[in-house]
């Protein structure tokens, strides 16, 4: 089994700074790209930002300015660093992984719970 568990949520107020973690565990040979969604209410899921396991990166505008992506591959860990929040931000935030489980198995995406994210005006 493999779980996402993704950590870091909670109410800022506007302007302030988060930083959201993202661990991946159980049977993993391999995590090919991590990623950063938000789903406000009402709205559908958008992508906020990917990485390859090479470090390679992408932050979807217009966030390009105030988040960061980064990526830990022995902890299995992906982190989103995020700034100048504003209410707009406000969303649950979810984690996702493309997974092998085995050599040579499948690339399977996988999904984290999700994390409250609050900013105030």
């Known amino acids: 089994q493999v779980r996402l568990v993704e950590s870091g949520g909670g109410a800022v107020q506007s302007g302030g700074s988060l930083e959201l973690s993202c661990v991946a565990s159980?049977?993993?040979?391999?995590?090919?790209?991590m990623g950063w969604y938000r789903q406000a209410p009402g709205k559908e899921r958008e992508l906020i930002a990917l990485?390859?396991?090479?470090?390679?990166?992408q932050v979807v505008s217009p966030n390009k300015d105030r988040f960061t992506i980064s990526r830990n591959n022995l902890q299995k860990r992906v982190n989103l660093q995020m700034t100048n929040l504003n209410p707009e931000d406000s969303a649950v935030y979810f984690c996702k992984a493309i997974i092998r489980s085995r050599r040579g198995g499948p690339n399977v995406p996988y999904w984290g719970q999700g994390t409250q994210v609050t900013v105030s005006p």
């Open positions: 159980g049977t993993i040979w391999s995590i090919s790209i």
């Open positions: 990485i390859d396991n090479d470090g390679t990166s």
